[in-house]
């Protein structure tokens, strides 16, 4: 049985997924309906939902926010974490939705979790335990499944969707497993605040705030919001107090019920109609859940704890 701190960690991951899965889906949608451009919307998400966290900071604890910056290690640290993780996991995924689609963009961001259980055998020098290694395959097998309905070909996409795909998965990757020792000194929402203003400030100079394209009316401005604050404020953070209670192997892999919330809310929301197919993709991400959960207690080494 999980005890009180994995159950949260559990808990928070998939809950930061499932909002993850849902703002793809409103990503396309703007993309396709409303002729938003796909790097304004990743750029600007950042910077708004940025400035709106340290603004909050600053309210309830003053100076405290500039804290990080006093230690060259942690600024160096705090550096690489926006513009390496924080910017082209988000940066990443919605160019690849942009040149593709949101099924596409988040199977190739889901190679993460297999190149997080390959960093810590190659770390610590020791293969993935069974569970582990089969949680693995049925994560990937179900987000592959839910994305092309099982036809290889139906993942011919165009060599930047590709790019910023792979590009997207390897930031993922690296957002999880690289904060260790910032976590354990630094409060979450400070990282998050911080990663979200340097990422979105840095790509303002490719896609700055003031030219959007698109069209602009309740509707775009609603979707725009929605995913400012329950695309990129809310979920990275709570995703990162999941990977503080139960490691970034676990939580990489119980973050793969992001496409399950993705096909959830394209049925209820766009009227995708499923097939057999993709009730099978549902199961193989939900065993990953219980696989992570039965697996026996071990003493466990990881990049975040």
């Known amino acids: 049985m999980l005890n009180n701190r994995s159950t949260r960690g559990a808990l928070l991951c998939i809950f930061s997924a499932s909002l993850w899965g849902f703002t793809g889906t409103v990503g396309q949608f703007l993309f396709q309906e409303m002729g938003v451009s796909s790097k304004w919307l990743a750029s600007n998400r950042m910077f708004a939902a940025g400035i ?5 900071i600053y309210w309830r604890r003053g100076k405290e926010i500039f804290s990080i910056w006093k230690n060259k290690k942690d600024a160096k640290d705090m550096l690489l974490f926006s513009l390496i993780g924080m910017l082209f996991t988000q940066y990443g995924y919605f160019l690849a939705i942009g040149h593709s689609n949101a099924a596409t963009a988040t199977v190739l961001q889901y190679l993460a979790p297999v190149m997080i259980v390959i960093y810590i055998s190659i770390r610590y ?11 693995v395959l049925c994560a990937l097998l179900g987000t592959f499944l839910l994305a092309t309905h099982g036809n290889v070909k139906s993942l011919t996409i165009s060599p930047l969707a590709l790019f910023w795909g792979l590009v997207s998965a390897v930031a993922l990757a690296f957002y999880t497993a690289f904060p260790k020792r910032l ?8 990282l998050i605040a911080w ?12 896609a700055p705030f003031w030219r959007f394209e698109g069209v602009l009316n309740p509707v775009s401005i609603g979707c725009i919001l929605f995913v400012i604050f329950f695309g990129a404020m809310l979920p990275y953070l709570t995703f990162l107090y999941g990977v503080k209670y139960i490691g970034p192997t676990k939580s990489s892999l119980l973050a793969s019920v992001e496409p399950l919330s993705s096909t959830v809310a394209s049925v209820l929301w766009l009227h995708t109609h499923l097939e057999w197919i993709d009730y099978i993709g549902i199961g193989c991400i939900i065993a990953t859940v219980f696989l992570l959960s039965i697996q026996p207690k071990k003493k466990e080494q990881t990049a975040v704890q």
């Open 195 to 206: 990663g979200m203003f340097i990422g979105g400030f840095c790509t303002n100079f490719v």
């Open 125 to 135: 020098h020791k293969m993935p335990s069974f569970f582990e290694f089969f949680a």
């Open 183 to 190: 976590l354990q000194k630094y409060d979450t929402i400070l």
């Open 52 to 56: 709106l966290l340290l603004l909050y």
